[in-house]
């Protein structure tokens, strides 16, 4: 595939050459010009540059949705340095082990989480502290963003080629410490590429960006593609008052809604005003990092009529976009379909490739898969094998090559030698009136190897659940050996940043219960 350009530095200034005085973010009253923006960003790569950041430094980001993490991924970019986006959910521990794992040298981060910064080896760490939203206290290493944009002296263009990387996103950690998923310039623009071209995204379009900018579907759909294409952003600092990002999508017009289930979900049964149903430009929902359950989706299709909700699948090490519903063609079940140069395959344990229609190993390949994590050779030969990336999840391409995602590999349960797919059990339950989510994990059995069990969140409104009933409702969609033999009310599952159930919690609970009860 060819490409316009090497590194995101580049299309920056392409963009500002041609869309000058046009709105590139607009941030609660404030508008930011392309023109503007790029100053801005020219200001603080000199910044950067004269406190001895060089090519091929990391700069980690521990901010909020803000113009200055924007600023900041592209000052990186012209300096040849590599962004570290860090997730602010993060507690010290976990910021301290991210910073030392990835060699961090600078961080930029909001005064809002000064608490968390201070008590990570951060102040120790990296040689230059950089904030945004005003600055903690007057010590050498600390410098307010504002203060940075006032260089005035350019520096030249680091100019980074397509392979070089780019950005070291760090995986959530379902198993063991996160590993830094190394991203180039040529896996990130092809991801944009690609999600450009199945969203049909134009110069025109407007993007809400509300979910956390540090999340890779976010970073690379919701921050760089609609700068990529000379769009504009509509910025979303915090989600509270939720009513904000209504009155948001409203005045701004925007015409790219990016969210998660749990927004979804909310939005299916919110009571919006008539105006806001009547005035709004929405063309397009697209969801991401986690399954959407049907009755999201007839609810969302009943409600707006004149927008699609694009139901896409992803994972840090391919971008993260591997294939999206189209506009086109939706499938309800299916998160899409992959084209323009992407592969996806189904293969057996043994790689050879299956069937349609039949279940085994997701594993796919495209210049969007990672270079390989950071550090850790054995990890990345782990999961690339012939330029082929084991996703680590199980599923079935249709016919027309629609994937149907079953479940992580790691949550398979096998009870007396058959597979139990617990995402297959969670959507029968989901369901259920008054039940919000929830999660089947296996729990060992003397007798069977392992048997289902399910926690499960209720909904506000609802103080019970008829347990009778829910038994009855599974009973008439799955079969007797998949119904959980266990039921657990939980008032909370645990989940990350975009709304995922961390199941790997749920399991360490129930082991730790066990280890109490023996």
Known sequence: ???????????????????????????????????????????????????????????????????????????????????????????????????????????????????????????????LLLWEGGIPQSEEKNVAFSEALEMSSPVPHVARTLDDTAVIVYTSGTTGKPKGAMLSNRNLLSNIEFSRKLIRVKPRDRVIVFLPMFHSFT????????????????????????????????????????????????LAKAKLPWYFMWFNNIRAFISGAAPLQPKTLDAMAKKFKRAKLLEGYGLSEASPVVCVNTLKKQKAGSVGTAQYDYQIKIVDEEMNELPAGEIGDIIIKGDHVMQGYFKRPEATREAIVNGWLLTGDMGYLDDEGFLFIVDRKKDLIISKGINIYPREIEEVIDMFEGISASAVIGVKDDKSGEIPAAYIELEEDADHYEETALKKHMKEHLANYKIPKQV??????????????LKRILKEQLHANDVMQG
């Open 219 to 266: 970073f690379t759909v919701g921050v760089i593609m609609p700068l990529y294409v000379g769009g504009s952003m509509v910025i979303i600092k915090s989600l509270q008052p939720f009513s904000n990002i209504f009155k948001q999508t409203l005045t701004k017009r925007v015409t790219l809604f990016f969210g998660i289930p749990s927004v979804y979900n909310a």
């Open 1 to 127: 595939m060819d490409y316009a350009y090497s590194n995101f530095y580049e299309f920056l200034v392409a963009q500002a050459a041609k869309r000058g005085r046009k709105v590139a973010l607009f941030v609660d009253d404030e508008k930011i010009t392309y023109r503007e923006l790029l100053k801005k960003v020219d200001s603080l790569a000199a910044f950067l540059s004269q406190k001895g950041v060089r090519e091929e430094d990391k700069v980690a980001l521990f901010l909020r949705n803000s113009p200055e993490f924007i600023m900041t991924v592209f000052a990186i970019s012209k300096i040849g340095a590599i962004t570290v986006p860090v997730n602010t959910f993060l507690k010290e521990e976990e910021l301290s082990y991210i910073l030392k794992d990835s060699e961090s040298t600078v961080l930029v981060a909001s005064k809002i989480h000064e608490g968390i910064v201070n008590r990570s080896n951060a102040p120790v760490q990296c040689q």
């Open 488 to 501: 657990h009310v939980i008032g909370e599952l645990p989940k990350n940043a975009t709304g995922k159930v």
